[in-house]
């Protein structure tokens, strides 16, 4: 129904706003329509905080009791039947006295899986089921991989130069060589906040001694994570700062890799490089996205920049002052 898409819709845009801080709970968005009007709206509030539908119920409480009973609840995912951090969503849905419930999509983790929308049937709510659905799991894409695919979503990210190389062959100091420009790197300092984990490999530890943080943008620094093969990287380096946790593989295969973050509790991970390390993940086709810079410094000789397969798709290109970022997702031809 046209209506239904309107206001899950609107959920959706409010379940944008709980990201990233509700990770690794998925963000939601509710709304309680009464009489074709919106009397409430709530989302979900940083990790371990309230779900939408108890910010969205709590405001109707507080403006206007006497409609809850009378009004639908459009919510962009399965309400929880769960006690995790707060208790089940779908008791307080029903406690509230709403006989009509939209979702915009089942619940994929466990524990849920389907026991919400039974509970509010077994009490005699009327669902609907499935309204937008892809949109809504766009939305928590990290945390439906994550639970689907057991392996976290996975983002690739390299600067490379005009003529194509990541690192140029020779360099005087340990630290990153720039390719892109301040407001390039600003943005990725962005883009790692809003994801759970970072990795590089052990090459790009040594070389470039990166610090892997968020310190030009505001929001939470992404767990570290560096392959070590040989089990030796000097405890001096800044990955080992405490200005985030670090984990250390030593296993450098794709597939070991999301085995290992999966049973970390990492949803998402944004892959830095160096050249070897993206194109194990290119070459297992274990990526969901890519966000590939250009430069405009040549390098005369050098690392050079992974090669892409059929599978890049193009979603965008921006212009950043001079430099280009192209994002990329998986296709699976
Ligand atoms: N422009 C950009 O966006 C980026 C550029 N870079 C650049 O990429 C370069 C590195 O890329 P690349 O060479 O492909 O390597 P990676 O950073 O992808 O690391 C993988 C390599 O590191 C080796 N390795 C792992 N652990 C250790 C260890 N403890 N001691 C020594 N070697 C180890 C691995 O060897 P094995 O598997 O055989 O054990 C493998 O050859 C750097 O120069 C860096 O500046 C890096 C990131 C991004
Ligand atoms: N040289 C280069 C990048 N290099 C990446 O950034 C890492 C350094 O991170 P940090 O120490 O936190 O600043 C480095 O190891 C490599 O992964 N990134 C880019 O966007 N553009 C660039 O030109
Ligand atoms: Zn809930």
Redesign the pocket.
Known sequence: MKIHNTYIKRCIALAKNGLPAAMPNPSVGAVLVHNDSIIAEGYTSAYGGPHAEVNCIAFAKANTPELIAKSTLYVSLEPCSHWGKTPPCADLVIDSGIKRVVIGTIDPFAKVAGAGIKKLMQAGVDVTVGVLEKECQEVNKRFFTYHNEKRPFIIL????TANGF??PAT?DKQE??W?TNTLSRQLVHKLRSEEMGIL?????????N?TLTTRDWHGSNPTRIV???????PKELHIFNNEAPTIVLKD?DPKSICKELFGHNIQSVIV????????GFIDAALWDEASI?TGLTNFNAG?KAPKKTSQFTLQSTQHIKGDRLDTYTRSDS
């Open positions: 990210k390299w600067a490379e990541i690192a360099r990153p060589v390719i590089v490999g052990g090459k790009t530890v040594i070389e470039d990166p392959i070590d093969t040989q089990g030796n990287l450098s830095e490089g160096g050249a070897a390390t993206l194109q810079f690392i």
